[in-house]
């Protein structure tokens, strides 16, 4: 009996060269209603830590913001845990990184390719979740 390919998280990279299995950040469709489906892996999306510095800013910027589910505020980004962050806030997130002008096509390739990402998935959810595994 043939076994079925597990699903995987895609990895969006910009220079991170290591092993396959690191310290990074894993982007989620964030769905405040209840009765959305389960978040499918290749839904997801995985920075590695040492890329995920390029993009930290525009993140970290926003902050503090109210968790949606329990009016918690978080104070800062949680490199540790999960940030999730509603739709709204992404608008102020992708205005900055979209400010950022790279003479590096490769990080401009990496910030378009995050962008584009960004834009799918928010046509479909509440926001996005950014968690850390640090």
């Not at 092993?19 to 209840?34: K, V």
């Not at 999306?45 to 329990?70: G, K, N």
Request: net charge negative; aromatic share 12%.
């Amino acid at each position: 009996m043939a076994r079925a390919s597990k699903s995987k998280i895609p990895v969006l990279l910009y220079r991170y060269e290591g092993p396959a299995r690191n310290i990074g950040f894993t982007f989620s469709p964030l769905y405040l209603n209840e009765d959305t489906s389960k978040v499918r892996q290749e839904d997801m999306l995985f920075i590695y830590d040492e890329d995920f510095e390029h993009i930290r800013p525009a993140i970290s910027r926003v902050f503090p913001l109210t968790d949606p589910w329990s009016g918690e505020i978080h104070a800062s980004f949680d490199p540790c845990w999960n940030n999730p962050i509603v739709k709204e806030t992404w608008d102020t997130i992708v205005a900055d990184l979209k400010q950022v002008n790279s003479a590096d096509p490769d990080m401009q390739a990496f910030l378009d390719k995050l962008i584009v990402w960004i834009r799918k998935v928010l046509d479909h959810a509440d926001g996005i979740e950014v968690t850390g595994n640090l």
